[in-house]
């Protein structure tokens, strides 16, 4: 079994890290250290056993004619994930088809009589915890703005976003832990902290 290439069950496994990756780079402040610890060490044990694999066949002589260009396809996968991470592309992405359903969900936020909203899909995030942001210096509501934050598969919900229909989130730098991120037009994301609820 050694003396023949890995195939199509290597290369669902190979794709469904790339794939998890690639979702986890979708959510607002991914953690690039993490997906170093996890994603790295993963995707090149991928890639180590499937070089061995090509050649030890080719070695043997089993690797017949039209596999021997596909040992190639691992290598596109990976660089293709890579790419994709140097980019931030996956966020931005997500984020773009996200976006006009979260406006409407953070304008339901702003003129909400309880100034909450229930969790739901808005775009591809799923966003819980909808409620007006408060400053972070003064604690008083920003009127028409709105701070949600985002469900992921890994379980953490201290990442999310904020609608600003003026100025820009104020944390004393930091002061109540958390941190922000300017996006684009009223957009800022945030990560950790006491969530603006």
Not at 3 to 18: D, E, M, R, T, Y
Not at 80 to 106: C, Q
Not at 108 to 132: F, N, R, T
Not at 156 to 180: H, M, Q, R, V
């Amino acid at each position: 079994m050694i003396s023949k290439p890995p195939g199509l069950p290597f290369l669902i496994v190979f794709s469904a890290v790339a794939a998890v990756s690639l979702i986890w780079a979708s959510y607002p402040y991914w953690d690039k250290f993490e997906m170093f610890l996890l994603a790295i060490p993963v995707g090149v044990l991928l890639l180590a056993y499937w070089a061995i694999r090509m050649v030890w066949a080719e070695h043997k002589g089993t690797l017949t004619e039209g596999l021997k260009y596909r040992w190639v396809l691992p290598f596109f996968i990976a660089g293709g994930v890579m790419l994709a991470l140097v980019t931030d592309a996956p966020f931005w992405i997500r984020f773009t088809i996200s976006k006009p359903s979260m406006e409407a969900y953070a304008k339901a936020v702003a003129v909400s009589p309880s100034g909450k909203e229930p969790c739901q899909w808005a775009g591809l995030y799923y966003v819980c915890d909808g409620s007006q942001y408060r400053d972070g210096v003064t604690w008083e509501e920003r009127p028409g703005s709105a701070q949600f934050s985002v469900r992921d598969w890994f379980l953490d919900d201290n990442k999310g976003f904020i609608w600003l229909p003026t100025g820009e989130p104020n944390d004393i730098a930091g002061k109540y832990g958390e941190s922000y991120s300017y996006l684009q037009d009223r957009w800022y994301s945030y990560e950790g902290g006491w969530g603006g609820g």
